[in-house]
């Protein structure tokens, strides 16, 4: 019998009226290369980290963001 190991991120999003909820799963191969690529693109766009509330709404980070970017 053989084992397969998978790596899995999810997150959830909650408002009065609607829950949500994204996952991903892959091979930690793949999981590896993805991290390694969000990470260049998070260096090459001098951010720490991606929240959508805060993206969203040009807040934390994101505050001196003009729209386009």
Known sequence: MS???LHA???ESLTDEVVTL???VSS???WNRFSKSW???LDLMQIRSLHMRE???LRGQFE???EYR
């Open 39 to 41: 990470s260049r693109i």
């Open 3 to 5: 084992t397969t190991i």
């Open 22 to 24: 994204a996952g991903f």
């Open 64 to 66: 001196d963001w003009p």
């Open 55 to 57: 993206y969203a709404h």
């Open 28 to 30: 930690p191969p793949a």
């Open 9 to 11: 991120y999810a997150d």
